[in-house]
Every structure is written in C-alpha cells, then in structure tokens.
C-alpha cells in the first residue's frame, strides 16, 4: 500500500463508518493498543489477510486523531506479530495529514498449511482466531482441529471403529469388493486375505475402520447413530412456522443404513415430497409432468454430502441435514471445503479430498466416478431444467448446497390447468378425486396449487359450504363458470 491507497481508504472508512471483514480501526493517539494479538490471528486465519489502521477514532465516528509516535507504533505492533506461530511479517505505511500521522499494517494470510495462526503464549486451542465480520472470535476446538487435520494428513475415514468387530459387516459384499479390486489389481491375490484387507481400508491393524462399516455394515448407525441423514420437509420457507392445520412439518424422517442405502433413501423422501407440475405440451397437446428439481443434481448434492463430509470424532455427532421448503432444498453436512479449495474454485480446480479410502471405494462400487464432475453435473442439470444455478455456502464447519425451484416463477400453463379443472368439477368431485385428477405426486400442493385459489375467487364452491372440512366435502364448479 502507498501512501495515496492508505488515504483513500481512511475516507472510505470515515465514509461507511465501519470496519469490515478486512479492516480494523485503531486509535493508537495514546500509546500503542492491548490485545492487538486476536485481530493478528484473526487476519493471518483468513485467505486475503486483513489491514490495522491506526489514527481514527472509532468511538468518535471515526475522527481524524492520528497516532502518538509512529515509529514506536511500528515496533510494539512487530513485538506483538513475533508473539505469534508462524511470525507474521506486516508491510507498513505511513502517511501525514494537517501535522497528523496515520499507520497502517497489513497482515498476509499465513499458508493453510501453517494455520492456525495463534498467540504462542495461549497455545493453538487458547490463542486462535478467525474472522467474523467486523469481530474476532476465538476458533471452536472443531475449527482449528480443521487446519490441522490438513496440515497433518490425519484420515479420519479409515480410523478405527471401537467396538467394532467383522461379524458387524455383510462379509459376502465385503469379500465381493475384495474380488473386485484383486481384478483391478492381480498382485492382491498373492497376499493373505488379512492383508488384502488392510491395503483396502478394511481393516487398519487388524480392526475393523470407518470406511468398512459405512460401506458394509448392517447398521452402521447402532454404534454411531447420528452418521445419519435426517430429513424434513417444511411446509413453508422458514423453519418453526405452522401450516394452517398447525403442522410444523409435512413429513420427516431419520434416514439410516450404509451410505448407498442411505442415498437410495434420501432420493426417495425427495421425489415422494418433491412438487411435480403439469404442462400441456403445446405440440402433443399430451400433459407433461415437471419436477421441483432434477434428480440427477439431488442425487449429486446427497453422494456429495456422504463421501465428502467430515467423518472425525469432533463431527460424529452430527447427521447431514436435508431439508426441503417450498422454495427451495438445502442439504447441509459436517465439514466445510476441505484443504485449500474455495468457492469459486468449486467444479474448476481439481480438490483435495479429505477422505480418499471412502471416495476410492464408492468408486469400485459405481456410486460414484470420482472425476470431480458432481458439481458441473449440478449446475448443468439445473440449467437444463432452467432453474436458478445452485447456491455453495462454506464455513469451516460446515458446507450447505441450496437448489432453488420456480415456486415464484411456475412453469405450468395456468390458464389452460384451470379451465380443465374447472370443466372436470361440472360435476361435483371430492379432494381424493381432484388430487388423482390432477396427477401430481404431493396431494397437498394440488390443492394449494390448484383447487384453492379457484374456491377463493368463487369459481368453485363447496357443497356443504357451512362445514368446509366435512369429510363428506365435494367441490362444484360455479353456475356462471360452467360453459
């Protein structure tokens, strides 16, 4: 930074009247600022660092008050970046304004392979921040456990499953795998088959891993009951809000078994509570059903989410959450991107892989092919079904996708469902009778979507208008609307 960028950007902050994500405001005008440290950490813990800038007064709406001695200023802020693991070396600028100093120290970010940065004296769990906002806040024991679980190769998918012994696994489909990969690899076959075992992350000194028991288990969840998916679908956009009827879900369930199984399963929640939409094609005049979301990015999103979440003892705890609102679906799992990917560089730059024994294996299996395509294969099946792209959100804890449907923007031909609706009710009709009618797979979404707001502008009427939950209720198309 020059001194001409350091200006700019003190009128920028006396401007937004704020720090940010990379900015924090010092006044220093008295002496050189306590607890430097956490900001130091905080900034070094973060991909693009972060700028001090000392001379303004915060609790002054930023005022112009500029640092006691600038040189000095420098020293005690290099004393504070010596206390640090790794040292961190800030570039410094000065700058004068009307006889007033003004300082600035830029922090780099210190390599992800050397984060945590912390305050040597406090130790790594004690001394470790990260930035959030305009704040820093101490590092979770699971955030800094993250960096070092990279930093030191730790393999958490093939980590000894205590209590866990060969009669838990399905050793027919164990010793399929087994023969499928002494096929890809002849030499296997010379070794003993305890040895066959530990070279495939079956066993790991003798016992039984992680990855065997998620593979071929037959019921992984009895000795980790929440390596699970819990599943729910909201019958709104928010969590915690009612339906009419008082129902803060429309359907939930905890979804168990080993990892193929549990995907099988979570497709299935999916398509019996995903909306399905009617077009009237116009070339076939042939109705046409729509899915809310295509399947194949569903199923992309939860193999993602099962052999790409953190598998350690800090996340065991933890199921991936899927959840289905009207508007959209999130599906949420422990762990956010691992090693040095980011966001940006999802579906573009070849990823490191924090569990590669289980990725590997599901790959032997056919679940998955293990080419780093499953992003591409979301945002293209999105935009083929013209959807809004998928939204990635990273912390380091966790990592959620959110695949949006066209609730506000529905793709069914409106006037033309109607009229037919209208035409099928000439003759008075139950809800079970519309619901078949109208083909949709979710019963209530027909309703909503369709026969509510044709009873609501008065076009259909209830036969027993005076207990409108009867179950004896039909639905009549209106005298005036009947051709």
Do not use: W
């Amino acid at each position: 930074m020059v001194e001409r960028e350091l200006h700019e950007m003190i009128e920028q902050i006396r401007l937004r009247g704020c720090e940010g994500q990379t900015t924090e405001v010092k006044s220093a005008h008295f002496g050189c600022p306590e607890r430097l440290y956490d900001t130091i950490s905080a900034f070094s813990n973060q991909d693009c660092g972060g700028i001090l800038v000392f001379g303004l007064d915060e609790q002054n709406g930023f005022a112009k008050v500029g640092v006691y001695d600038a040189q000095d200023l420098q020293k005690k802020i290099m004393e504070y970046c010596e206390q640090m693991t790794p040292v961190i070396r800030p570039v410094f600028t000065v700058c004068e304004e009307n006889g007033l100093l003004f300082v600035s120290a830029e922090v780099p970010p210190v390599d992800l392979s050397e984060r945590p940065c912390f305050k040597t004296a406090k130790g790594r769990l004690q001394g470790s921040y990260i930035r959030t906002g305009d704040a820093d806040k101490p590092m979770t024991e699971y955030e800094v456990y993250s960096y070092e679980a990279f930093r030191k190769k730790y393999r958490d998918d093939i980590r000894i499953a205590e209590g866990i012994s060969l009669r838990a696994l399905d050793m027919e489909k164990v010793n399929a795998y087994i023969a499928i990969k002494r096929r890809e690899r002849p030499n296997l076959a010379v070794l003993p088959l305890e040895e066959q075992y530990e070279l495939n992350g079956i066993t790991r000194e003798g016992r039984v891993t992680l990855t065997a028991l998620l593979l071929f288990g037959f019921l992984p969840q009895a000795a980790y009951p929440q390596l699970s998916i819990l599943a729910t679908s909201v019958p709104g956009t928010t969590l915690g809000i009612p339906d009419e009827d008082g129902n803060r879900f429309s359907d939930t369930k905890r979804i168990e078994g080993t990892l193929s199984e549990m995907l099988e399963t979570a497709l299935a929640f999916v398509r019996s509570n995903m909306k399905t939409a009617i077009r009237i094609n116009a070339q076939t005049g042939m109705r046409e059903n729509i899915p809310q979301y295509p399947i194949i990015a569903v199923r992309e999103a939860l193999l993602n989410a099962l052999v790409h979440r953190d598998y350690s003892f800090h996340t065991e705890g933890m199921p991936i959450q899927l959840t289905m609102y009207t508007d959209r679906m999130e599906i949420t799992n422990p762990g956010g991107l691992y090693g040095r990917l980011t966001i940006d560089q999802l579906g573009h730059t070849q990823p490191d892989t924090r569990n590669p024994v289980l990725v590997t294996a599901m790959e032997t299996l056919g679940e998955t092919e293990n080419r780093y395509s499953g992003i591409p294969t979301i945002r293209f099946a999105m935009q083929q079904h013209s959807l809004p792209a998928p939204v990635f959100v990273d912390s380091r804890s966790t990592f959620k996708v959110v695949l949006c449907n066209h609730t506000e923007q529905p793709t069914t031909n409106d006037t033309e469902d109607d009229k037919q609706l209208l035409s099928f009710c000439r003759t008075a009709r139950t809800r079970a009778e519309i619901i078949k009618y109208l083909g949709l797979s979710s019963g209530e979404y027909a309703l909503r979507r369709y026969l509510n707001p044709l009873v609501k502008s008065g076009a259909i009427r209830l036969t027993k208008p005076e207990t409108p939950r009867s179950k004896d209720q039909k639905y009549r198309t209106a005298d005036e609307f009947t051709e």
